[in-house]
């Protein structure tokens, strides 16, 4: 078990976020969940939309907004007004991190581009999430994670062959970024301690998405082969894909030689020994032919059968959970994968847990996400803001 007594990983870290709905808010709440200070700030008159963002409410609440703005602080701040730019240079000199996620150029019209943070703090480090990137003819450019996604090569790719390309029932390019965003801020704090600087860290939504494109574009430039859309399976990658049973699916991924001969013996198939099989290109040439009789065979089975059957003969086989099933797996409350926060008016909240896991140091949710506001007072105090100096900035729509 690890020692309690120990401080958080990121324990004394401060973070600024200016972020709005994923890409940005979500490289914080990474930063937040190993013990971060994260102070999102928002406009009074114009808050986060993430916080009523979801198509599925419960009591008219969000059930994105506790997840996203987990162990979050909420400052309200009017960063088109001077008085607020003003606060806002105050708090970043006292913070490591700052995040944004405004399309590039807003943070130099309010007079808070990296040059003017510097200056006031040498060792901030911040980071940038954009759909573009910060440099380059289309920086400028307004970039959802759907756009991106689909400049990034990724939404070519995803569907049936014979349609339009799908997506993804989540937001793939706002959470890729922000991990990214998330991962360039820790190098650039490593850094920071050899150097004693900060830096910028770029992090644009297409270029993240590109990261997990695996090998298209030398497939491509080198062998003229554009990868298209193949449904459930990957190309010549066999037998990898869905397959039907009476009572729902799964997942069966025994395309390595050894894997595909303990998947056949354990079918007992006519088949089993077929040469058109025995190798990795002979299941390539032959796929879909394989992934008929393999269907066939999981089609007068049920799940849980499937499941028992590949657990027994080492073949890796899992269901295709919905939120339902995660919330009964056994493995997931093994591992505490999935928590339960207290939230105001939602009682416990389920919701994804902490990861990945450290041994020595794990993170935690300590709160749901804040009500706006909720800390201005506390935080507008620390640096030397007091009451009567609040009311008026309240009063003028300041904070």
């Known amino acids: 078990m690890p020692d309690t007594s120990v401080p958080a990983p990121l324990s004394g870290l401060r973070v600024i976020e200016l972020g709005q709905l994923i890409a940005g808010p979500f490289c914080a709440q990474l930063l937040g969940d190993f013990g971060a200070e994260v102070i999102k700030v928002e406009a009074p008159d114009a808050p986060d939309p993430a916080r009523g963002w979801g198509a599925v409410k419960k009591d008219g609440q969000s059930l994105f907004w506790p997840i996203i703005a987990r162990n979050k602080k909420s400052l309200t701040l009017n960063l088109r007004e001077a008085e607020g730019q003003n606060i806002l240079k105050e708090l970043a000199a006292t913070a490591d991190v700052l995040i944004e996620n405004f399309r590039p150029g807003t943070l130099e019209r309010w007079g808070l581009g990296p040059d003017v943070l510097h200056a006031l703090n040498p060792r901030l480090v911040i980071a940038r999430i954009s759909g573009y990137g910060q440099t380059g003819p289309e920086s400028a450019k307004a970039g959802y994670a759907s756009v991106g996604e689909a400049k990034g090569g990724l939404r070519y790719m995803i569907g049936e062959p014979d349609r339009l390309p799908a997506r993804a029932g989540v937001s793939l390019g706002d959470t890729m970024t922000g991990t990214f965003a998330a991962l360039g801020t820790m190098m650039a704090l490593f850094a920071r301690e050899k150097t004693g600087k900060g830096q910028v860290v770029d992090a644009a939504i297409y270029e993240s998405v590109m990261a997990f494109i695996e ?36 997942i069966i991924g025994a395309n390595q030689d050894t894997l595909y001969r303990r998947l056949a013996g354990m079918i007992g198939a006519d088949w089993a020994d077929d040469p058109r099989f025995a190798t990795h290109d002979g299941r390539g040439d032959n796929q879909h032919e394989l992934d008929e009789k393999i269907a066939a065979w999981t089609g007068e089975r049920t799940v849980d059968e499937v499941l028992a059957l590949c657990e027994q003969n080492g073949v890796p086989c899992g269901p295709v959970n919905t939120a339902r099933d995660m919330l009964e797996d056994a493995h997931i409350k093994a591992r505490e994968a999935i928590i339960r926060v207290a939230h105001p008016m939602l009682g416990k909240v389920p919701m994804q847990g902490v990861f990945p896991k450290l041994s020595e140091t794990p993170g935690k949710v300590s709160h749901t996400g804040p009500e706006l506001g909720a800390h201005t007072g506390e935080i507008l105090s620390s640096l030397g803001i007091d009451t009567p100096q609040q009311t008026r900035l309240r009063e003028q729509g300041i904070i």
Request: proline share 14%; hydrophobic share 35%.
């Open 215 to 250: 090998s298209i574009i030398p497939e491509y430039a080198l062998a003229g082969h554009i990868r298209e859309r193949t449904g459930p399976i990957l190309p010549r990658v066999a037998p990898s894909g869905v397959y039907p049973c009476t009572d729902g699916m799964v």
